[in-house]
């Protein structure tokens, strides 16, 4: 490993890990039109999120952290696709990084191992939907196989403008 540079370990995320994860996204929902969520959340409002997201099922929550201080780094997620039934074997994924540790890898982290624990569940297609601008997201998915199918022209308002989502998909 490169002087300066943390271990990072991939686990399951924990429900100790809620004020970290719901900090986490609160300053994406302050700060970028990355989530289309325009307030912030307490702990305890985010508490279902994390309890949808066991730790076995199509639907999983993965957490970076620093191996040595424990520190959350990003987390990923395979959520519900859509409600009705027979989305089921759809899901939608998405990845968070903490801001200081952007470009380090995370997000491969994070995707290997979530998509490494989905391996063997009855999913068809996985889904991410990426605001744009963002080339970051973009190269992401597509190294994990992602394809672009379409995009959302101003669909969501945030930041007093409008905001396209790309969609891309993954056989699974």
Do not use: C
């Not at 997201?53 to 780094?73: C, F, M, N, W, Y």
């Not at 989905?118 to 190294?143: C, F, K, M, T, W």
């Amino acid at each position: 490993m490169a002087p300066g540079r943390t271990e990072v370990q991939v686990r399951p995320g924990v429900e100790d890990d809620l004020k970290a994860l719901t900090d986490l996204y609160n300053h994406y929902v302050r700060e970028t039109p990355i989530t289309f969520d325009t307030d912030t959340f307490t702990p305890e409002e985010r508490r279902p999120w994390l309890l949808s997201h066991p730790e076995d099922g199509p639907h999983r929550l993965r957490v970076a952290t620093d191996a040595g201080s424990q520190e959350i780094l990003g987390y990923a997620t395979s959520s519900p696709y859509r409600a009705k039934p027979a989305y089921g074997t759809s899901v939608e994924t998405t990845v968070y990084v903490a801001p200081r540790a952007g470009g380090r890898g995370i997000g491969t982290l994070l995707y290997a191992s979530l998509f490494e624990a989905l391996a063997g569940e009855d999913l068809h297609r996985a889904y991410a939907g990426i605001a744009q601008p963002n080339a970051a997201s973009v190269r992401l998915h597509e190294r994990f196989g992602f394809r672009y199918v379409g995009t959302y022209r101003e669909v969501g308002r945030k930041f007093g403008r409008y905001w396209d989502v790309a969609w891309y998909e993954k056989p699974l």
